[in-house]
């Protein structure tokens, strides 16, 4: 498995927001994570990422462990909370800051994808100026840039008109076929059965459920269960 999140359990403030949660992802394939507001979905993303310390339980990215603070996912691209532009310097200088030294990133691809999502023409405009579901969709370009292996995004059709939702399905696609492994945190469920190969269901910090499109239905410890819509546990 490319992700392999094994029973990861976190406190936070006397809440326990993830309890015992366990999933994986195989390299190339598209998951959706959905569960109600405040069921851990965002925290099970931060947790791939290592942005926290679990109380219990591991995570591997590429076969390598995930540690907080020390060893992160490495070919990584994340839109987790709020993205955050200065927002006064232009599209493009945001997206060559953020995509700083690393050798992935493409200036090719960046302008692509900022074509596909209109906003080329307005690249040297100051970020400022974009609107919410701009400024969204230039987090979606930065996220993908680098060509990735692993990418993270929350909520990413958060503000998107519905042609552009249409672009980032396709882009979605697009990024399977090259084989990053994407997981899309989200409450449009509609978006996320029409391009994940699988979903997650989380609630109160348990993975309680996984479904795959092909409708066989795997459980996050492993057994295999036939049917769509069985419980994982
Ligand atoms: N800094 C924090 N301190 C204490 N509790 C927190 C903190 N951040 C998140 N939580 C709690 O962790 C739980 C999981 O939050 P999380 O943001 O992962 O939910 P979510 O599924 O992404 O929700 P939403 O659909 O609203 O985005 C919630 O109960 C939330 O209140």
Redesign the pocket.
Known sequence: MYVQVSGVTKT??H?Q?LDEASMSCEKGKVYGLV??????????LRTICGFIHPDAGTVEVGGKPVVFNENLPVRMGAIIETPGFIGNKSAMWNLEYLAGLDKGWDLKETLRLLDIFNLYKKREDKVKSYSLGMRQKLAVVQALMEHQELVLL??PTNGLDKASVGVFLDEIDRQRESGTTVII?S?HDDEITQVADAVYT?GE?RIVDCVERSSTVKASNGEDAEGVGDSAD
């Not at 569960?35 to 099970?44: E, I, Q, V, Y």
Request: net charge positive; hydrophobic share 30%; glycine share 20%.
């Open positions: 936070i403030k809440k927001v569960g109600p507001n405040g069921s851990g979905k965002t925290m099970m929350d909520e945190a409450h989380i910090g």
